[in-house]
């Protein structure tokens, strides 16, 4: 196991419905030190990519972006979940849907922010049905901006996103990949890496 699968079974809860509860140290209440290591092990497995810009979306995707973004030594991007729709123009602009949610949301990014010179590493907490990367994908092409590859705490290999993504050519790293969970044992099988 690595650092963050000992951690996610240290301190993850598995609830009912399939959804692994990590906000003691990585989407609530945020572990630093642990958020550095995902940085150095992105930078690792992202060596000889050309990254000049950290793109994410709010909420959760932040703070990690922010701590792996010193890895990479550039700036972050965090696209805005918005419900209107009256800033194009401006802004670039995706419909990502949310099956946890059952909600849709407007994602946005100021098109000054983001442009064809652009070498973007997606970063995000969880990767499940993939509509978010998908919506964050559709703002980097809109802008010409190239997807260098897109780094993921806990992927939920279950779920369909981890699958697309890679299915699109994109290299995906997931630093977890969670192929079952049980609620009432409270046990997690990873995916070997
Ligand atoms: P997708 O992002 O891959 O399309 O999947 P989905 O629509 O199912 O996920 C919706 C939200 O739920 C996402 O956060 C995602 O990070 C989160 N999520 C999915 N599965 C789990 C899980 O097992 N545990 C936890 N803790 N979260 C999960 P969001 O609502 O879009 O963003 P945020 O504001 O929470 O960051």
Do not use: W
């Not at 979306?57 to 973004?69: C, F, K, M």
């Not at 909600?103 to 442009?115: G, P, Q, S, Y």
């Not at 064809?116 to 559709?138: M, R, S």
């Amino acid at each position: 196991m690595n650092f963050l699968e000992e951690r996610i079974v240290k301190d993850g809860v598995v609830k009912e419905g399939n959804v692994l509860k990590v906000d003691s140290f990585l989407n609530h209440q945020m572990d630093i030190n642990l958020l550095d290591m995902m940085g150095a092990e992105y930078k690792k497995r992202f060596a000889g990519k050309n990254i000049n810009k950290i793109l994410t979306i709010e909420a959760s995707g932040i703070g990690i972006a922010a701590i792996v973004a010193r890895h990479f030594n550039c700036p972050v991007v965090f696209a805005k979940k918005s419900k209107s729709i009256n800033l194009e123009g401006e802004m670039y602009t995706a419909q990502v849907e949310s099956f946890t949610h059952k909600n849709v949301n407007n994602v946005i990014v100021a098109k000054k922010f983001l442009t064809p010179e652009d070498h973007v590493l997606i970063i995000d907490d969880f990767l499940a049905n993939g509509c978010a990367l998908q919506g964050l994908i559709q703002i980097v092409n809109a802008a010409g901006a190239t997807v260098e590859g897109i780094g993921i705490a806990i992927e939920k290999g279950f779920q369909p996103g981890g699958r697309m993504i890679r299915n699109m050519g994109y290299q995906l790293e997931s630093l977890a990949i969670v192929d079952g969970m049980d609620a009432a044992t409270g046990g997690i099988t990873f995916r070997p890496q």
